[in-house]
């Protein structure tokens, strides 16, 4: 069955300190897609990233950093130098192909980050 | 670009009324859109899947007469919550999938409407 656990529900880092966001994932199929949104306070989720299952090359975006690692089937996501304003929840999704029917995500229960000053 | 837009964002109204929900995309066409809802401090629960031009398709336990949705163009759908309860109070949220169409799609997110029933 499909499944995305992310296991750490809240993380307290202190600002300027990195922090690793952990997303495992289940799936029956070989073709499928991961993804990483963020949700501040304000509610709205912004996207992050897209990943598909064949590229496992890692990816850097200014203070963002994702490893994604098949073998252990983990879309793992890594803030540098966090700040205040990375306060929010993050969740991992995974989109497969469906047996039949329109595709859906499939949502982490999500990591609330708290950044402190 | 990909830009969602939700509409209204927050909304307070008496049992038995009924409310809609406007969900749009500004910058793009979107064959699919999604309609989840969120409890405080948990995840997005997937309410319907709706593609432009025909009937939406509803997860197990949603009410599709309670929660009707048309997606009327590939820029708009709408959630209208019939005769609403106390128990519907909650943090709707669309989407709308940019791509090709199929699994491969980003979904990009509306700002969410708060919905309290009195």
């Known amino acids: 069955a499909q499944k995305v656990t992310q296991a750490q529900t809240e993380i307290s880092v202190v600002e300027k300190e990195d922090v690793t966001l952990d997303c495992v994932y289940e799936?029956?199929?070989?073709?499928?897609?991961l993804f990483w949104y963020k949700q501040p306070p304000s509610g709205e989720l912004v996207f992050l990233i897209r990943r598909n299952s064949f590229d496992e090359q890692n990816e850097i975006s200014g203070r963002y950093s994702w490893n994604f690692q098949k073998s252990t089937s983990s879309f793992n996501f890594t803030i540098t130098a966090s700040q205040v304003v990375d306060s929010a929840v993050y969740f991992c999704?995974?989109?497969?192909?469906?047996?039949?029917?329109?595709?859906?995500?499939?949502f982490g229960t999500g990591t609330r980050l708290k950044v402190l000053a | 670009g990909a830009v969602v837009s939700q509409h209204p964002s927050r909304v307070i109204c008496k049992s038995g009324t009924s409310v809609k929900i406007e969900c749009r995309s500004l910058d793009f066409q979107a064959t699919t859109m999604f309609w989840y809802r969120q409890f405080p401090k948990q995840s997005l629960m997937l309410m319907a899947t709706?593609?432009?031009?025909?009937?939406?398709?509803?997860e197990q336990g949603v009410e599709k007469d309670k929660f009707l949705i048309n997606h009327a163009s590939l820029t708009l759908s709408t959630l209208t919550v019939t005769s609403a309860h106390p128990e519907d109070s909650s943090f709707y949220i669309c989407?709308?999938?940019?791509?090709?169409?199929?699994?491969?799609?980003?979904?990009?997110f509306g700002p969410g409407t708060r919905l309290l029933v009195l």
């Open positions: 709706s593609n432009e031009g025909s009937k939406a398709t509803y």
């Open positions: 999704a995974l989109s497969e192909l469906p047996l039949k029917g329109t595709y859906k995500y499939i």
């Open positions: 989407s709308a999938g940019q791509g090709r169409g199929g699994h491969q799609e980003t979904q990009y």
């Open positions: 799936t029956r199929d070989t073709t499928y897609y």
